[in-house]
């Protein structure tokens, strides 16, 4: 009997384990699926803009939740110049005018996850380029207006 009572304990702590959040997956991928970043290919210097990336983030129940990191660089391999916003949880950032001459402005967003423990994992998206121009984009066609007779 006490054998019996003995392999029912382990089993019981194997389901535990197996059903705990720290489990691999137990709350979303781990690790998480890459953001995929999405925005304008192209902006006027004078002109402010936006990027939005997908939301792959999952509750980890206890323990640090899993952030976004947003960079921006004109080094497309991010070892100088980089500009990192504060860790968030939203999908968008938004920056006003770049100014300056045109150039290419480069994007990432990683998430941060502590999926497998208290150290955190890091997944980058690739690299999103924004070309800043100096160009005024061409404007919509119209059709001319139509006047009637005045009489």
Known sequence: MPRNLASARYALLAGLFLVSPAAAG?????????????????????????????????P????????????RSEDPTFQSGVERLQPTTRTTATWGPPGGAPRTIY??????SFC?????????????????????????????????DPR
């Open 116 to 148: 497998a423990g208290t150290s955190p994992i890091r997944v980058e998206s690739t690299v999103f380029a924004v070309r800043v121009t100096d160009q005024c984009r061409v404007p919509i066609a119209l059709a001319p207006p139509v006047a009637s």
């Open 60 to 71: 980890r129940g206890s323990g640090q939740p899993d952030t976004f990191l947003i960079e």
């Open 107 to 112: 994007h990432r967003v990683a998430v941060q």
């Open 26 to 58: 137990a709350n979303g991928s781990c690790p998480p699926n890459r953001p995929v970043v999405s925005g304008p290919s192209e902006v006027h210097r004078l002109e402010g803009y936006w990027i939005t990336w997908t939301n792959v983030l999952s």
